[in-house]
C-alpha cells in the first residue's frame, strides 16, 4: 500500500500536523540535576528537521520531591524552564511541533544507587500488587501534586509548546491510582471499580486544562499493561473501557494515546480493533496508536536482551489507517535510531533505514 495515508495533514484544535506520525516519548536520562542540555535540544531538533509530525518530549516530572527516578530525568519547572525554552525554539526553527509529557513516577523506582530527596508517591504505599514499601499519598500530597501538573501545564504554555501530554500510563503514578493492583484505598481517591480509582487521574486532566486552556490540544497517554505486569488487562470489555475513558474526554482529553507492545494486536475477543481504535469509537476523540511501529522485533526483548528489532514493512499499519481505526502513529524506538525514519519513509528510502538496537539508547543520536 501507498505509504501516502501517512502523509495527510491532520487538523488538531488550533494545530495543522504535517503528517500522521508521532514522535513517542521516550526515557533518555541525558539531563544532568534535571536540566536539558543543548545536545537534548539538537536531539529533538534532528527529529523536526527529520519531519515528524509532531514531537512528544520524553517524560519530565512535576514539582514533587520524589517524582523523578533518576536524577538524569528532566525537571519542567524551576532552572530546567529556560533549558526547555530552548528546546521548543530549536524544534521550531526546524519547523516543526512539540509537546512536554508531564509525568511524576510514583512509587516506580528506578536506580538502586539514588534515593529521592522526599517522601515517595503513591496511592496506597505499593510497588506492585501486595508489596508495600511506602507510606500511601495523603489528601495534602494528592492536592499538592495536582497542583504540580496544573504549574508544569502553565509553564508549557508559556514556553510556546504546542500541545501537552499527561502520562498516564506503564504503571507510574497516575496509572497506579487506575490500577486495583496498586491503589488498595477506603477513600474517595479509590474504591472497586476502575471508574471510581479514576477520580486522581480526572482531577490531573482538569487541572492541566486548567493550565493550558481551552486552545491548546490535550493529549493522554494510557495502557492496559504495566511494567510491573505485561498481562493486566484493566478494562476487560468495551463498557469497562468506555467507563473510564468517557469521563476524562468530559473531563478534558483531546487525545488518547493508547500504548500497546504491539499495535496489531485486537484490545477485546470478538473484533480486531486495537486499543486506540475501540479509544475512537468509543469516544470520538482523537487517538493515536502505538507499539512497535515499523519494527519486527519483540518489545522487551528489544530493550531487555539487547537484541535488534529488524524493520517491518507497514501493510497492517496503514489497511487500519486507512479504515480510520485510529488517526495519527506514534513512533518510538525506530525513531531513537534514526531522526530521519520520517523522511525516508516518505521518500521511499528503505534501504537508508537504521535498525534499532538497544546500544543506542546509550546515545542521543
Known sequence: MSVDLLFQPFRLKNLTLPNRLVMAPMTRSFSPEGIPTDEVAAYYRRRAEGEVGLIVTEGTVVNRP????????????????????????????AGGLIAPQIWHVGSARGRPDWQPPGKVDSPSGLVAPDKPKFEPMTDEDIADTINGFEQSARHARELGFDAVEIHAAHGYLVDQFFWDGTNTRSDSWGGPTLAERSRFGIEVIKAVRRGIGEDIPLIIRLSQWKQQDYTVQMAKTPDELADWLLPMSEAGVDVFHCSQRRFWEPEFEGSDLNFAGWAKKLTGKTTITVGSVGLNGEFLASLTKGAGADRADLTELLRRLEREEFDLVGVGRALLSDPHWVKKVREGRNDELIDFDRSHMATLT
Open 66 to 93: 520524589a517524582a523523578r527516578n533518576d536524577p538524569r530525568v528532566p525537571i519542567f519547572y524551576g532552572d530546567a524552564l529556560p533549558a526547555w525554552k530552548k528546546v521548543v525554539d530549536e524544534v521550531h526553527a
